[in-house]
Structures are given as C-alpha cells and as structure tokens.
C-alpha cells in the first residue's frame, strides 16, 4: 500500500477476490441454467419476471453473441479457455492493477466459462432473460457477468495505478536495469 488512501492490491488479494467472484458468479450462472431447463422440462413457455420490463423465457442459443456465429460451439469453448487463460495470467503478471480490474476480469473469465460448459455439455447455451421493454437478444447470468465484466474491468484500467507510474522515472529505471544486465553479461564474459 502506498502512502495515499490508494489500495493497490497485491497478488494475495487479486487471487482471492478473483476466485471467490469467479465461484459465485459461476456457480450463480449454473444453478439458473439448471432451473430453467428442468422447468421447460416440465412444461415452462414464459413467464413475466417484471411485467412490462423482464419476462423468462427459454432460448436454446447454438451461437455467441446475440446468437452469432452459429455452428461454431467449439471454437466459443475453445476461446473462453484462451480469455480464462489470460484473464489468469494478467491477474498474476501485472506488477500494478485496480480492484476494479480484478473484479471485471473474474465476472468476464466466469461468464465465459459458465457459457463454456453448456456449450460443451449441451451444445448450446440456456438463455433466458428477455427484455420486454425493448427488442433486444435473450440473455442470461454468464451473459451479465462478460458484459458488465468487460465495462467494469475497462474502468479499472483507465484508472489503474499503472497509468499513474510516471513515465520518465519508469524509463529511467528500466535503463538503469538494462545497464546492469549489460555489465554483468561483461563481467561472465571477462571472468571467462
């Protein structure tokens, strides 16, 4: 922690936040998924969540996005691994990152593996939320969390501590670092 109220967390508390988010918002994503199937098994159309605003209502969506790309399951898999993946790597690698940024990569790395399963097990992914308000794609939990994952985590980065470094202290320092691994490399080659 720096000497101002900024908390600028360190890799403890990436990883914790990271993990617990990511089980929440997954385990969240799937247990919707699991009532919502069992209920059309059982007969389930729709049903008004919020009259006139949300409704429930089933969608087998074989594609991403607003059910583009269909026909494609494995590559959408195949990608929410890779964004996991660096989603993982970028929390553990950043030598400095904002909460923010920690919290919007857990929810898109959760959305996206929640997706992930149902392509792989079902071969579609179990939307359900429908606006009424407006025409607009039916979507669900994993959907909420890479959405608003994505905008919270873009936030984080415009205001990450990063972007604060000053620039020639930064430049400086790597120099200096360069004329280190320099000198050392001479000194292995005189000591030869």
Same mark, same amino acid.
């Given at each position: 922690m720096s000497g101002t109220t900024e908390f600028i967390p360190p890799r403890r508390w990436r990883a914790t936040t990271a993990a617990l988010l990511f089980a929440l918002v997954l385990a969240t994503d799937q247990a919707t998924k699991v009532v919502v199937r069992a209920a059309v098994r059982a007969g389930f159309v729709a049903r008004d969540l919020i009259p006139g605003v949300v409704e429930l209502r089933f969608a087998a969506n074989t594609g991403a996005a607003f059910s583009l790309g269909e026909g494609f399951g494995w590559a959408f898999v195949l990608l929410a691994v890779a964004v996991t993946c660096f989603c993982a790597w970028y929390l553990r690698r950043a030598p400095l990152i904002s909460k923010l940024e920690v919290v919007g990569l857990a929810l898109v790395a959760a959305? !996206? #593996?929640?997706?992930? #399963?149902? @392509?792989? #097990?079902?071969?579609? #992914?179990t939307d359900f939320i429908a606006t009424q308000f407006i025409d607009f794609p039916i979507f669900n939990i994993a959907d909420i969390g890479i959405t608003c994952g994505a905008a919270i985590a873009f936030i984080g980065f415009v205001f990450s501590p990063a972007n604060k470094v000053d620039a020639t202290a930064e430049l400086d320092r790597r120099d200096a /670092? !360069? @004329? /280190? +691994? +320099? !000198? !050392? +490399? +001479?000194? @292995?080659r005189e000591g030869r």
């Amino acid at each position: 922690m720096s000497g101002t109220t900024e908390f600028i967390p360190p890799r403890r508390w990436r990883a914790t936040t990271a993990a617990l988010l990511f089980a929440l918002v997954l385990a969240t994503d799937q247990a919707t998924k699991v009532v919502v199937r069992a209920a059309v098994r059982a007969g389930f159309v729709a049903r008004d969540l919020i009259p006139g605003v949300v409704e429930l209502r089933f969608a087998a969506n074989t594609g991403a996005a607003f059910s583009l790309g269909e026909g494609f399951g494995w590559a959408f898999v195949l990608l929410a691994v890779a964004v996991t993946c660096f989603c993982a790597w970028y929390l553990r690698r950043a030598p400095l990152i904002s909460k923010l940024e920690v919290v919007g990569l857990a929810l898109v790395a959760a959305g !996206a #593996v929640g997706n992930a #399963v149902d @392509r792989a #097990v079902f071969g579609y #992914v179990t939307d359900f939320i429908a606006t009424q308000f407006i025409d607009f794609p039916i979507f669900n939990i994993a959907d909420i969390g890479i959405t608003c994952g994505a905008a919270i985590a873009f936030i984080g980065f415009v205001f990450s501590p990063a972007n604060k470094v000053d620039a020639t202290a930064e430049l400086d320092r790597r120099d200096a /670092e !360069a @004329r /280190e +691994r +320099r !000198a !050392a +490399r +001479r000194g @292995r080659r005189e000591g030869r």
